[in-house]
Every structure is written in C-alpha cells, then in structure tokens.
C-alpha cells in the first residue's frame, strides 16, 4: 500500500516549457486535490475533483489543468510554464469529503521555473 | 474568505520545554479545525483535528482545543522532543459552500534543541 505517490519528484523547466505532474493513490479514494506550497505561505489549493471524470477550481487555478480519467489519477498540467509557478507542488486524496475524512497527502514535487 | 493566522517562527525550544503554538481562524459558519505536521522532506500528516467547539483534539501528547469564543486552536505539547522538530500547520475546512480543498496558516517551523 504505497500511499499518495507523485512523479516526478523534482524538475526544472524553462519560461514557456509544458508538463504534467502525476500523482497517484492506491487507497481508492474518491477526492483528490492538488495544492501549491510557497515560502513563507500555507498550502493553496489549486484544483481538485471529487470523483472519476470531474474537476473543480480551488483557491489559485489559473495557470494550470488537471484531468481526472481515472479512479486512482490526478494530473496537474502546466501548458505554459511562468516563474511564479516555481513552487512544491503537494497532492492529496481523502475517501470522500475533507470535511469528514483525512486528507493524506504525497511526498511533493519541487518545480523551478528559470 | 476564509484564513487561518499562526505565530511566525521559527520557534526554538530546549527538550522537555513547554510548546505553544497559537493558531486563530476567521471562517463563515462552523468550520472543522486541523493540526498537520510536516517533516523535512515529506508530505504534511494530520496531527489532530477537532470538528466542533469545545471539542479536544489530540495525538503524540499534542493537543489543541476549539474555542470558538476566541476563534483560536493552540497547540501544546507539555514535554517537547527532539523528534519534535518540523513545521506545524494550522488549517480549517469551512462546513459551508465552496471549495473542499483547506484553508492553511503559514506554517511554524519548530526546533528542539538537546
């Protein structure tokens, strides 16, 4: 039982470059959410979905696109990348709302935007 | 909106000392307030969590009350260790509308001296 799993764990990217960052769960849960960490600042939700085939805009969502197609998949996609996306990205997942449940969350990814 | 306000750190204890750490909130409705803790290098776990007010939350010897005449959720910890050390973050899920996603503090970054 691996967790909440993220890849990769660190990358650089350059002004403009594209990417996808991939965290999975094997704990079959239904919400997922991805959050961005910033020095000096919270955890900001950026999208998350609550269940297969839906997603849904949380606190900083511009920027970025995520897809759901699959149960146990969360992606977070860059399609342009700017330095202010520089950041730790961290994904999470809960069986069902947050409210009710704990959110377990993966090792994170270090993204650096030059 | 929603926010959570923590102490700033970082906050350097001897073993054995008495912990603080002071968290308020400003939320509509009756939110559900958390403790996560985040080692170096990993993602943030739930320490303890409380749902309504007056409720005690607590876990490893941290505990944390909901107080929702002062809109505060202070850690404590009577006898602090080493092991201790890492940032604590306070966060709230509003039982209202909006997105599931926590609303998280800043984060205090604790250190345990020997």
């Known amino acids: 039982n691996a967790g909440v799993t993220q890849t990769p764990k660190f990358r650089v990217l350059k002004t403009g470059q594209s990417m996808t960052l991939l965290c999975a769960q094997d704990?079959?849960?239904?919400?997922m959410y991805w959050y961005r960490q910033d020095p000096g600042m919270g955890l900001r939700l950026i999208h998350y979905?609550?269940?297969?085939?839906?997603?849904a805009k949380g606190e900083v969502p511009d920027g970025y696109n995520v897809s759901r197609l699959k149960k146990q998949n969360f992606l977070l996609g860059l399609e342009s990348a700017a330095p202010s996306q520089t950041s730790v990205y961290f994904c999470?997942?809960?069986?069902?709302?947050?409210?009710?449940?704990?959110?377990?969350f993966g090792p994170g990814t270090r993204l650096t935007v030059t | 909106g929603d926010s959570v306000t923590q102490m700033e750190g970082p906050v350097t204890l001897s073993e054995e000392a008495f912990l603080t750490i002071n968290c308020t909130y400003t939320?509509?409705?009756?939110?559900?307030l958390f403790w996560y803790v985040q080692y170096p290098g990993e993602g943030l776990q739930l320490l303890l969590k409380?749902?309504?007010?007056?409720d005690k939350g607590s876990n490893k010897g941290f505990e944390a009350t909901y107080r929702k005449e002062t809109t505060s959720f202070h850690l404590e910890k009577g006898s602090v260790q080493v092991s201790d050390s890492a940032v604590y973050f306070c966060?709230?899920?509003?039982?209202?509308?909006?997105?599931?996603?926590?609303?998280f503090g800043k984060g205090t970054h604790l250190i345990i001296q020997p």
């Open positions: 999470a997942s809960s069986y069902r709302s947050a409210r009710s449940y704990e959110q377990y």
């Open positions: 939320a509509t409705g009756y939110p559900s």
């Open positions: 704990m079959n849960h239904e919400y």
């Open positions: 966060a709230l899920l509003n039982s209202g509308g909006g997105a599931d996603g926590l609303t």
């Open positions: 979905s609550v269940g297969e085939g839906t997603t």
């Open positions: 409380a749902t309504k007010a007056d």
